[in-house]
């Protein structure tokens, strides 16, 4: 009876302990969009072969490319410089983009977002690049024309747009490349 009785109190303490301490739960709040330097990147999404790029990558990719671009920039006006970067074409065509045979022209319906370490994402879509289509020679550039690393702003990879007329697109610190498809 007695050792009853000291079991009660124990349990009915146990109740009161694990019922009016708030739990805390701390969760370590990570910031989704730091910002900052990107040193490697992922591209992933609709691909068969989905990985990451570190800058050694880039640098021995089989096919880079040298362009000039001229773009207006908010804050510079018209800036004019010469990357050296692989072309995002063949970045993709390595992935192999999974399309639906029994859709016509499905590749039509896919584009690429683009993210960075801030959360900046633009889109670019497939046909932009393809051959037969807007045939644009976008580049993932890690390098400048002297062949050294990007400023520390654009980060390890900056996509190069030269089509376009403002700067918009040409995302710094990329993190991710992501292939998705229109329903
Ligand atoms: N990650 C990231 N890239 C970005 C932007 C941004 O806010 N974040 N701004 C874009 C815009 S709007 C322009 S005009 C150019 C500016 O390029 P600049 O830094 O060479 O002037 O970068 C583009 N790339
Ligand atoms: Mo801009």
Redesign the pocket.
Known sequence: MRIFSIFSWLIIGLFFVTTSVPVEVVQAQTDPCP?GYSNQFRLNGKVENPRRFSLTDLQQYPTHSHLTIS??????GL?TKTYIGVPLIDLLNDAVIITDSTRKNDILRKYVVVR???C?EVVISLAELLSNFGHQQVLVAFATSDGQPLDD???MA?LIVPGDK????????ITMIQVRSAP
């Open positions: 910002g773009y207006y920039s908010g804050s510079q800036v960075a370490t801030d900046y702003t654009e980060g900056r403002s700067g918009g697109r040409c995302v710094s610190n």
